[in-house]
């Protein structure tokens, strides 16, 4: 029997039904089989199966052996770094790494082929000022001159920074 509308009887209709079906759960599968990597491949566990003292290249191949992360480095880079000490159990890459790390000047990236690239940051660079902990606290003082007579109206500035501040009628100056 042909549907008026369509024109194509019911068999055609559920031949093509079953076909477009299985082209989806294709389409699925295949879909859902291709690896991703994400920031969620940093929190893999590692197993680390006894407690150990080792070098951060042991440590880069630990990783490497039990995730597909591969590491990318200057070859000299960790020549002469004292050996971290492991526990027994597990720890995720990204504190492993850290651990590995630390103390260092070196910092790492997960790219989306699973590579972990590392780089030394060279000194006076961002990473070393945001790492370092910013202390505030209120300087106060007079500026007087060489006969010991308050200075109004004085410059008085951080070194390094853009703060600063005048002094008033008594020499006197406050800075947050």
Do not use: W
Not at 144 to 166: H, Y
Request: glycine letters at 8%.
């Amino acid at each position: 029997m042909r549907n008026t509308i369509t024109g194509i009887t019911k068999r055609t209709y559920a031949k093509k039904k079953r076909f477009l079906n299985s082209c989806m759960v294709l389409c699925f599968l295949t879909l859902s089989s291709f690896k991703g990597y994400s920031s969620f491949s940093q929190g893999t566990k590692i197993r680390i199966d006894h407690a150990q003292e080792v070098s951060v290249v042991e440590i880069f191949d630990l990783i490497s052996s039990q995730t597909d992360h591969s590491f990318i480095y200057p070859s000299n880079l960790f020549l002469n770094r004292p050996k971290i000490r492991l526990e027994k159990g597990k720890i995720s890459v990204e504190k492993l790494l850290e651990k590995a790390l630390s103390g260092t000047s070196i910092t790492h990236k997960f790219s989306a082929d699973g590579s972990i690239l590392l780089r030394e940051e060279p000194k006076g660079s961002m990473k070393d000022t945001r790492d370092k902990e910013v202390l505030q606290r209120l300087v106060t003082g007079t500026v007087r001159d060489e006969n010991g007579e308050p200075i109004m109206g004085a410059a008085v500035e951080i070194e390094g920074s853009t703060k600063g501040t005048l002094t008033d009628i008594d020499g006197r100056f406050s800075l947050e």
